[in-house]
């Protein structure tokens, strides 16, 4: 993951990874990342 002032960019393979270690819970994975994102003030859209 890179983290820019405007942009964030995600290996996507990170986030499969992520899912699989997460039992297949892509949810679990979506919240945490939306978490993370709100911890660096990066706008999410919601």
Not at 17 to 46: H, M, P, S
Request: charged content about 40%.
């Amino acid at each position: 993951m890179v983290v820019k002032d405007d942009q964030i960019l995600v290996d996507v393979e990170m986030i499969f990874k992520e899912i699989e270690a997460a039992g297949g819970d892509w949810k679990k994975v979506r919240d945490e990342f939306l978490n993370y994102l709100k911890a660096l003030k990066v706008d999410t859209g919601e």
